[in-house]
T-cell receptor, first 111, second 116 residues
Framework: RKEVEQDPGPFNVPEGATVAFNCTYS??????FFWYRQDCRKEPKLLMS???SGNEDGRFTAQLNRASQYISLLIRDSKLSDSATYLC????????????FGKGTTLSVSS | GAGVSQSPRYKVAKRGQDVALRCDPI?????LFWYQQALGQGPEFLTY????????KSGLPSDRFFAERPEGSVSTLKIQRTQQEDSAVYLC??????????????FGPGTRLTVT
């Protein structure tokens, strides 16, 4: 079983839709959590960090449930430019040095 | 300012050839990471440097893979006797802080390696 699991999709939604992605992680010692965005044939870029209290950045809302080891990303009012792969990422902190990535969830927004 | 750069951007190698992939991190960044991203997968950790010290190489898939960062800046990932399963995008990332703390990692554009 992979340490970070995501539904690969694809999610095909019309412009203006609300879409939610989910992610689970298996290592309870994980310290920090992120969503990265990766456009086709481009490098991953940090979209937002995820905090236990939940956090919002414009149309994007991220939630973390440590008890269930579950992370979510909600995108409201989808734009064509939101089409990309969204990677759920976990940082182990002292227990490891690197970011652990999920496979990614592909989103396609159409007009 | 300049981001992370990698060269070459594309490399085609015949099976059995050796390849060398270069990463220029953001100036002053202490930490440097190499990841391997196969088609349809997320990036997977290969190795980590803090300055010139290679502190973690647990992700290197075999002893054909070797990485160095001799002066704590530019890094080279070398793959000897390439195999078809080595075909992937090799991503380099750097961050300003030491690992074990949360600092944003900035990724380069990657080198797409195809082994024929």
């Amino acid at each position: 079983r992979k340490e970070v699991e995501q539904d690969p999709g694809p999610f095909n939604v019309p412009e203006g839709a609300t879409v939610a992605f989910n992610c689970t992680y298996s290592n309870s010692a994980s310290q920090s959590f992120f969503w990265y965005r990766q456009d086709c044939r481009k490098e991953p870029k940090l979209l937002m960090s995820v905090y236990s209290s939940g956090n919002e950045d414009g149309r994007f809302t991220a939630q973390l449930n440590r008890a269930s080891q579950y992370i979510s990303l909600l995108i409201r009012d989808s734009k064509l430019s939101d089409s990309a792969t969204y990677l759920c990422v976990v940082f182990r902190g002292q227990a490891g040095t690197a970011l652990i990535f999920g496979k990614g969830t592909t989103l396609s927004v159409s007009s | 300012g300049a981001g992370v750069s990698q060269s070459p951007r594309y490399k085609v190698a015949k099976r059995g050839q050796d390849v060398a992939l270069r990463c220029d991190p953001i100036s002053g960044h202490v930490s440097l990471f190499w990841y391997q991203q196969a088609l349809g997968q997320g990036p997977e950790f290969l190795t980590y440097f803090q300055n010139e010290a290679q502190l973690d190489k647990s992700g290197l898939p075999s002893d054909r893979f070797f990485a160095e960062r001799p002066e704590g800046s530019v890094s080279t990932l070398k793959i000897q006797r390439t195999q078809q399963e080595d075909s992937a995008v090799y991503l380099c990332a750097s961050s300003s802080g030491p690992s074990g703390s949360v600092y944003e990692q900035y990724f380069g554009p990657g080198t797409r390696l195809t082994v024929t």
